[in-house]
């Protein structure tokens, strides 16, 4: 079997989706080719440092900036006519990169790719079955075209969500988002915590902020060593240096007995580990929590995809709402002083998860394939 991905470093999720379903196709059959491609990288290196360099400063300058452009582009058929004409002059790259590796199918995990698949194939320049992995918790626009043979969505809302905006139903597959299939290996929480010096008997929340260390994770740390109540902090930074440096100068006046890890490809044994976790809403993250049946407390989502993903959680039972982080004291202290509000949003978690969607995609993958 010979699979061409396509993704873009946009954040973590995207690649991390493709590269979960690479570990799974070459774990189940290692006679297959499967390879990755970061699309906007590959078309122009310097476009690309600039474009993603210019999101993501955005994201932590002034996110309300990017969630203006998301709810807009619902409704502007102009910015989609301007992302369509300038895809179209870069799907010709694209093009001949499929041209030469000849896959037996195609994945993108990002609208980008998507909606350059859709052009190709609307030209009949490609053949081949194009699937796309939506990587939220909700559909927007971006996502949807007309020449894409089958949509992974993370939840059975989306099914309906999705016929709304004309996909046939029997193109949309609520597999969910892939994750490792490293990231199901149980692990022994006890083992964990006492590995890290702390105390497996104690109540142990986990705060992170996806890889890049995003949201207000300091104030939310003050806001947590400020609680009267008996209990242990992990913390997980990720690539992000400058948080790390501002994280450790906290704990040094902490009360709470705290331990920082930097970026980690263990995130499940930290999240086997503990009771809560408090995170930005990132599609990635959630999904990981709702298969470790994680509770969790949402902060500093980022305006449209992230709201929307926060809003699905908090409708469905499986989190609470922390708004922006500051002042969320006495919510945390809230759900910690009830056991069984966490225990009914354990299960409201492990009801949501989707822990096969690699298998499930595996069969899809070799269905569409024999058609």
């Known amino acids: 079997m010979k699979v061409l991905m396509l993704s873009v470093s946009a954040g973590g999720g995207h690649m991390n989706a493709a590269k979960a379903i690479k570990s799974y196709i070459l774990h189940k059959n290692e006679n297959s080719e499967v390879e990755i491609i970061d699309t906007l990288k590959y078309i122009n290196p310097i476009l690309d440092k600039l474009i993603i360099g210019s999101y993501l400063k955005s994201l932590k300058i002034s996110p309300s900036i990017f969630g203006m452009i998301y709810s807009h ?4 058929p102009g910015i ?28 993108s995990t990002h609208p980008f790719s998507t909606e350059i698949l859709s052009i190709l194939k609307g030209k009949d320049l490609i053949n081949q079955p194009c699937i796309t992995i939506m990587t939220d918790y909700t559909p927007h626009s971006f996502w949807i075209h007309p020449n894409v043979d089958a949509y992974i969505v993370s939840n059975d809302d989306m099914i309906y969500e999705m016929e709304d905006r004309g996909v046939l139903k029997e193109k949309i ?25 702390l105390d497996p008997s104690k109540t142990t929340l986990l705060l992170m902020g996806g890889s890049l260390g995003m949201g207000n994770i300091v104030n939310v740390y003050k806001e947590l060593t400020s609680i009267p109540l008996d209990f242990q902090i992990i913390i997980l930074a990720g690539n992000n240096d400058k948080l790390l440096v501002s994280l450790n100068s906290e704990v040094e006046h902490s009360l709470k ?54 809003e699905f959680l908090l409708t469905h039972g499986a989190a609470i709402d922390l708004g922006d982080g500051t002042n969320c004291r006495d919510k945390i202290s809230e759900v910690l002083k009830n056991p069984k509000v966490l225990l009914n949003m354990k299960e409201k978690a492990r009801t949501l998860s989707k822990p096969n969607s690699c298998q499930d995609m595996m069969n899809l993958i070799e269905g569409l394939i024999k058609k």
């Open 73 to 76: 582009s619902e409704t502007d």
């Open 80 to 107: 989609a006519n301007v992302s369509n004409k300038i895809n179209e002059l870069f799907s010709t790259k694209i093009y001949n990169l499929i041209k030469d590796f000849n896959p037996d199918v195609l994945i």
């Open 257 to 310: 007995e705290t331990r920082i890890i930097g970026f980690t490809k263990e995130v499940n044994k930290y999240m086997q580990a503990c009771d809560l976790l408090l995170t930005k809403p990132g599609g990635l993250t959630i999904t990981e929590a709702l298969i470790s049946e994680l509770p969790m407390a949402l902060f500093s989502p980022i305006p449209g995809q992230e709201e929307k993903n926060a």
């Open 173 to 197: 597959f609520p597999f969910g988002i892939p994750v490792s299939p490293n990231f199901t290996t149980p692990y022994d929480s006890k083992n964990t915590l006492i590995s890290l010096d």
